[in-house]
């Protein structure tokens, strides 16, 4: 047996779920909007303009949407007594996206982009420091 097939039946028996998305941050209507927006970029600088602030505007609205739909989860799991919902929102909401970096310089100012140079860089720079 291989990894996969013993993670397949692992997941198969023991009731695993995959996350599910609750909702979508874009209607269907501002999706049709920015398609409607793309089509007239380089054809009709005017609609472009107007189609771009009622994208923009409809966008804005969406996020306010879900953010409110958010709330009000958080305070039904809350009423609940769900507090580990009520914290996993909270940390959604506030979490900081951070970038990962696959890319380093070497001692020379040369950019490294492949995963085993800059794995290679990085245990040289470990064995370096005293």
Same mark, same amino acid.
């Given at each position: 047996?291989?990894?996969?097939?013993?993670?397949?039946?692992? +997941?198969?028996? #023991?009731?695993?779920?995959?996350?599910?998305? #609750?909702?979508?941050?874009?209607?269907?209507?501002?999706? $049709?909007?920015?398609?409607?927006?793309?089509?007239?970029?380089?054809?009709?600088?005017?609609?472009?303009?107007?189609? $771009?602030?009622?994208?923009?505007?409809?966008? +804005?609205?969406?996020?306010?949407?879900?953010?409110?739909?958010?709330?009000?989860?958080?305070?039904?799991?809350? +009423?609940?007594?769900?507090? +580990?919902?009520?914290?996993?929102?909270?940390?959604?909401?506030?979490?900081?996206?951070?970038?990962?970096?696959?890319?380093?310089?070497?001692?020379?100012?040369?950019?490294?982009?492949? #995963?085993?140079?800059?794995?290679?860089?990085?245990?040289?720079?470990?064995?370096?420091?005293?």
């Amino acid at each position: 047996m291989t990894k996969k097939d013993l993670v397949t039946s692992g +997941r198969k028996n #023991s009731g695993y779920a995959k996350k599910k998305c #609750s909702e979508r941050l874009v209607s269907e209507d501002t999706f $049709k909007l920015t398609e409607a927006k793309r089509a007239a970029k380089h054809k009709d600088t005017v609609q472009y303009k107007q189609s $771009k602030a009622e994208v923009q505007k409809k966008v +804005r609205q969406d996020n306010q949407r879900h953010l409110h739909n958010l709330c009000v989860e958080m305070e039904e799991a809350k +009423r609940r007594g769900n507090m +580990r919902k009520v914290y996993q929102t909270a940390r959604a909401l506030t979490h900081k996206f951070t970038q990962c970096l696959h890319c380093s310089e070497n001692k020379n100012g040369e950019k490294i982009i492949d #995963s085993a140079g800059v794995a290679e860089h990085w245990s040289e720079y470990c064995k370096d420091q005293p």
